[in-house]
């Protein structure tokens, strides 16, 4: 694989690798396309986990969480939003892509193009990132999606999770503020 030995470059020819571990092998300038599916750091899975937060609400898996135990799940999410440290996730987000646009950048030709699929609450950060590496954002595309959960949650039904009858009853009919996501955007750089 990468790094232990040397690769031989083939003309015409489709490599598949993690790029951030195999950037740093491949010549300057000799990449036509980058086309990539980036982690988007939503945190549905430990590889998409791309900070150091600990307490946060990824996965069920803080210490306050642990400690709760089966309330959390009752409780549902926090209606007065994310803790501190979770609102560094998006800053931390853009520290991870900033580990390989330069990179990227490095190894395409002039002219190419860096094809990213990102996630919507974080794509942002993916095209800052990219363009203080050098690239020019050209447009975003959409992936449309057939299928969309929509996730709105009931207000009235955490406070029931909660216990608190009186604010159900005042809150019913409410939803905590979620938009189906029917697209995933498609992010086009191009190296000037």
Known sequence: ??????????????????????????????VHLILSDIPYGIGTDNWDILHNNTNSAYLGKSPAQEKLGGLFKKRGKPINGWSE??????????????????????????????????????????????????????????????????????ISVIFDRRGDKESSEKWTGWRVGNLSPVFEPILWFVKP
């Open 1 to 30: 694989m990468w790094g232990e030995q040397s690769m031989k470059w083939e003309l015409n020819s489709v490599y598949n690798y993690d790029s951030v571990a195999a950037l740093k092998d491949i010549p300057s300038e000799t």
């Open 85 to 154: 440290a979770d609102r560094e996730i998006p800053k931390q987000y853009y520290e991870w892509c900033r580990l390989w646009t330069s990179d990227w950048f490095r190894v395409l030709k002039p002219g190419a193009s860096a094809i990213v699929f990102a996630g919507r609450r974080l794509a942002h950060r993916c095209i800052t990132a990219m363009e203080d590496s050098g690239f020019s954002y050209k447009d975003m595309l959409a992936w449309i999606k057939e299928r969309a959960p929509h996730r709105a949650q009931h």
